[in-house]
């Protein structure tokens, strides 16, 4: 079973749709090649247009805004679900 992401009070998301999102936004990256456990700077194609797109999508799509010291401190996709849920249920 999948970790659900909590927005507001009726809106859950699964780690594998949190995934997708932000596939859909990192367009350079393939599809279907993150997973949890994936640490976004290990990818060739990361940089720090990547890190922008990701941060604001964070914004798009759940209405979250991440600082930048929180979106470094998140070394992997799950780190980075958690910090969105985390910051989601604020």
């Known amino acids: 079973m999948g970790k659900a992401l909590l927005i507001g009070s009726a809106?859950?998301?699964e780690v594998q749709?949190?995934?997708e999102?932000?596939?859909r936004h990192l367009t350079s990256i393939a599809p279907r090649r993150l997973q949890s456990e994936t640490?976004?700077?290990d990818l060739p194609e990361w940089d720090?247009?990547?890190a922008l797109v990701?941060?604001?999508s964070f914004d798009w799509d759940y209405g979250v805004t991440i600082s930048s010291d929180e979106f470094a401190g998140a070394q992997t996709v799950q780190e980075?679900?958690?910090l969105v849920r985390q910051k989601a249920q604020q």
């Open 17 to 19: 749709d949190f995934i």
């Open 48 to 50: 720090s247009l990547q």
């Open 11 to 13: 809106v859950t998301i």
């Open 80 to 82: 980075l679900h958690t």
């Open 54 to 56: 990701v941060v604001a």
């Open 21 to 23: 999102n932000l596939e």
């Open 39 to 41: 640490r976004l700077r």
